[in-house]
């Protein structure tokens, strides 16, 4: 039998395939709709953003970031125009694919690259735009390599780089035919002082956020806004035309003006420095100068420092914290370097606390004044201990003080008469006006860290009263310290300390002032009055005698406090704060020096005569001008004239008008040189010396060390190596003894031209050991 062929679809069959097409279609069609409506209505902004990222590039631009400046515009923190260099990976491949060297068959036919051929001509392109940058830029081959040879289209290689620098590669790379790498602006910070304010201005991070001081502080105001360059690519990743390009401007970030004076803050520097050194101080020191009227902060330091364009670095005279590091590696190594750096970063002023000791007593006395509890004639009894409930408190004079009035209270420092005082003042008015002084709650210093003090809870009994009176067993920091005798001083008013003074644009032009904030009147202008008599007896005549500075009237408190935790009880810090001009209390000074490692530990005998010394530089440099008595004459400055051409008669009657003495070298008749040279001041008790037929010498000598010595032998010494001396400190009609060198200026040992000037501090240790 013959077999049947396949049989043929029947209409009905063909009907249902058509539906079963059209229904698949139509499935098919609502899914794609579905996901196109997803991609594009839905989900359209990641689309958007993706098909951005693969047809433009974005490149930041950096602001500049604003100038930090001193009270007089001196730029402290600048902001130099660089370059950042970066590569687009992908552009690089490209073209190193591209580079391939193509051969030819025997007919002139064109023979496509193999795959190795092509790997190795990338290879090669690759290495050689990684060699120029590593070259140009002082790089690592194999790092930059590395980062050229990533599968992303932008990767930074440099920032920072100076512009000559940069064009130089830019250059190279053009002259190479080598593509893919750019330049965008940037900016790299630069403070023209280095150590200058190190811990009140701070630093920046790499990427130009602030991180310490002024630079955190005010890091909104500084860094500005930064700027874009959208370029649009095509679909190897190549820049299109520049019709193509969207550019938004950066915005350079305004400027602050600092309350900072250069010139004050160059001479406390120059003292704190000096104390850090003399005193061999184990844990710094730190140092603030202020306004006491606007709470303008004119200088603020502590020592050691750090250089602010090398943060990260231990300076190489810092001998002793690099001692730390000697037989240390590895972890250990890292971490105690990193320990050392925080040290040096931290701004004593503000972010530590410390017991304030007698400073603390301008406190008690004004508060008792204020609450009437005591007066001007009040009298006070010192037998050099007080028992108070179980304890015996004794005063840090043996033999006690004997009777005294209040003002002499302050003025001899005594622990007994501050026990009877803050009891006849008792805890709750005491506690009242420790927060009305604002030590309670931090200053508000606009400087980033400010430590809160440590003080008694309500539980605060008859024995922490008695101690708390002279400034013991609780912590405040030093500027709540300071605005504290500011506002006893200034007539009452308790002020907010600020470093910033105002905020200017790129032109200069204010935008903003910080103005003076007064949060209220603590004492009456009455009280004031009296603590301003009472803290320039103790300078005059108490146990801040060494801070007395000739030809201006200086009030302030001595303190020696002991270090908490007392495990050591040998540990002292000492510090005083001095006012001045009393007749009208414009600036205030405080010193600290944590832990001292002399004999004498006493602020009367460390710190007073560093205040002084401040003082004396810094009230001629703010136009305070002096006005001597006719005890102090002899400190009064002469200015030499040149006497060089002149007969001897006539030099010596130009100097006798000026009330100077002189001798004569050599037997001419004519003055043919001088010391010291016109211009140099001298005080009337040194002796000019006029060269006659020959020449002044030149070599230099050797300062000897006077310490220790009076002031005649002082003077004679000097002159015996042809040096003058300048005398400050206390003259020996201040003193209860005679009085003697205590720091000299330039150091004894160094290197100097004959006829020079150098400084000596008088003082007197004995009434110093508060």
């Known amino acids: 039998m013959a077999q049947k062929g396949p049989s043929k679809p029947n209409k009905r069959m063909r009907q249902r395939v058509s539906f079963l097409i059209v229904v698949f279609a139509v499935l098919g069609f609502v899914v794609v709709a579905a996901k196109l409506f997803y991609m594009q209505v839905i989900n359209t902004n990641f689309y958007q953003s ?10 930041i631009i950096t602001p500049m970031r604003g100038t930090i400046y001193d009270r007089n515009m001196t ?6 125009t660089t370059q950042e260099i970066s590569v687009d990976p992908s552009i690089i491949r490209d073209k190193g694919k591209a580079s391939v060297v193509k051969r030819k068959d025997a007919n002139g036919k064109t023979i496509e690259p193999t795959d190795e051929e092509i790997a190795a001509a990338l290879e090669t392109y690759q290495k050689k735009v990684a060699s120029v940058l590593a070259e140009k830029l002082e790089l690592d081959f194999d790092e930059t390599l590395e980062k050229i040879q990533r599968n992303v289209s932008y990767v930074r290689i440099a920032r920072r780089v100076d512009a000559d620098i940069a064009d130089e590669l830019m250059q190279e790379l053009d002259k190479e035919n080598l593509s893919g790498v750019y330049t965008t602006a940037d900016s790299k910070r630069y403070y023209r002082y280095g150590t200058f304010a190190s811990q009140v201005i701070g630093f920046t991070n790499d990427d130009g956020e602030g991180l310490y001081g002024i630079e955190l502080q005010y890091n909104d105001v500084l860094k500005g806004v930064a700027g ?9 990743g190549s820049d299109m035309p520049y019709d193509y390009e969207k550019y938004v401007p950066e915005q350079d970030g305004d400027g602050v003006v600092l309350s900072l004076d250069e010139g004050v803050q160059h001479y406390l520097e120059k003292h704190l420095e000096e104390a850090l050194n003399d005193y061999q101080a184990k844990k710094g020191v730190c140092g603030i100068v202020m306004d006491i009227k606007t709470g303008e902060i004119l200088a603020m330091s502590t020592k050691p420092d750090f250089d602010l364009n090398n943060p990260r670095t231990i300076p190489e005279e810092y001998t002793a914290l690099l001692a730390e590091l000697d037989n240390l590696s590895g972890e250990e190594y890292s971490s105690k370097y990193s320990e050392i750096l925080l040290r040096l970063w931290r701004n004593k002023a503000i972010n530590d606390t410390y017991e304030p000791g007698s400073t603390f007593k301008v406190f008690t006395v004004s508060s008792a004044l204020e609450a009437g509890v005591v007066q001007d004639s009040s009298t006070f009894t010192c037998g050099g201990s007080k028992v108070v409930k179980d304890r015996t408190i004794r005063c840090w004079k043996s033999g006690g003080h004997g009777t005294q009035v209040l003002g ?10 501050m026990m009877d005082i803050s009891a006849l003042l ?6 009242k006006f420790f927060e009305a002084y604002g030590l309670m709650e931090k200053t508000g210093i606009d400087l980033p860290g400010e430590a809160t003090g440590i003080f008694f809870d309500d539980s605060m009994g008859e024995v922490d009263l008695a101690t708390a009176s002279f400034g013991q067993n609780f912590q405040v920091t030093p500027i709540q310290e300071l605005c504290m005798v500011a506002a006893a001083c200034n007539g009452g008013d308790l002020v907010t300390p600020h470093v910033a003074k105002e905020i200017v644009d790129t032109d200069g032009n204010v935008k903003q002032t910080i103005s003076t904030e007064v949060k209220r009147q603590v004492i009456s202008e009455e009280t004031s009055s009296l603590i301003r008599t009472y803290l320039e007896n103790v300078v005059s005549q108490g146990t801040g005698q060494n801070a007395y500075v000739a030809g201006y009237r200086v009030g302030g408190k001595t303190a020696t406090s002991q270090k908490q935790p007392k495990s050591d009880d040998s540990l002292r810090i000492a510090s005083f704060i001095g006012v001045a001009p009393m007749d009208d209390p414009q600036y205030a000074v405080l010193v600290m020096i944590d832990e001292p490692q002399t004999s004498v530990k006493g602020g009367g005998a460390l710190a007073a005569p560093t205040v002084g010394r401040i003082f004396e530089d810094i009230l001629p440099y703010l136009g305070v001008e002096a006005i001597y008595s006719e005890d102090e004459t002899d400190r009064q400055e002469i200015t030499i004239p040149s006497l060089v051409g002149k007969s001897v008669e006539d030099a010596q009657a130009a100097l006798e008008e000026l009330g100077l003495e002189c001798r004569i070298k050599g037997d001419g008749d004519t003055v043919t040189d001088q010391l010291p040279v016109a211009g140099i001041s001298l005080q009337p008790d040194n002796k000019v010396v006029l060269y006659c037929g020959e020449s002044r010498p030149t070599d230099k000598v050797e300062v000897p060390d006077v310490s220790g010595m009076s002031i005649e032998a002082a003077r004679q010494q000097l002159a015996d190596y042809g040096l003058y001396m300048k005398q400050n400190g206390i003259a020996d009609w201040r003193a209860n003894i005679a009085s003697v060198a205590m720091q000299q200026s330039p150091a004894a040992g160094s290197k100097v031209s004959p006829g020079s000037v150098v400084t000596v501090a008088f003082g007197n240790a004995v009434t110093s050991q508060e």
Do not use: H, I, P
Not at 50 to 59: F, M, P, S
Not at 426 to 431: I, L, P, S
């Open 426 to 431: 008792g805890t709750d008015m005491f506690r």
């Open 75 to 80: 730029e402290l923190a600048v902001s130099a």
């Open 408 to 417: 002499q209270t302050l003025e001899n420092s005594c622990n007994v008469a």
């Open 50 to 59: 993706k098909a951005a990222e693969n047809q433009t590039k974005d490149l």
């Open 228 to 236: 874009r360059v959208v370029k649009a690519t095509n679909a190897l």
